[in-house]
């Protein structure tokens, strides 16, 4: 299950059960089509859920996002959220490999720590 919420200074994308490639690939393209994708800063959350997505379609993912990747956007962070370990580890691979995007991102266990983050400027 899939929630979104856009917050005053982010926007929020939320995962509970089972979270798969299509579940992600539907997530970055339902983000990237709100109006404020370009202007805000957006936190994933993978607390609650179960991942069901192999590290081999990574670069696929990473694709796509970059495919509907505004021009010209002012938001300049991803910051994703996990409290498993095997999520974490995860979760820096696709960071390592999303070097390639024109935006950064990191990966926390910790709401506060990626919150602010986040709203630093």
Request: hydrophobic letters at 40%; glycine letters at 0%.
């Amino acid at each position: 299950m899939l929630k979104i919420d856009s917050s005053d200074h982010y926007i929020r994308v939320i995962f509970s059960d089972l979270v798969d490639e299509h579940e992600l690939v539907y997530a970055v393209k339902a983000v990237a089509a709100l109006p404020e994708y370009p202007e805000k800063n957006d936190l994933w959350v993978f607390e609650e859920c179960t991942f069901n997505f192999s590290h081999s379609k990574i670069s696929s993912l990473i694709q796509v996002i970059g495919s509907v990747y505004p021009p010209s956007p002012s938001r300049t962070k991803t910051a994703i959220l996990t409290n498993s370990e095997l999520h974490y580890a995860f979760c820096k691979l696709f960071c390592d490999e999303a070097e390639s995007l024109p935006y950064t991102i990191r990966v926390f266990t910790q709401h506060s720590e990626a919150e602010a983050w986040l709203n630093e400027k």
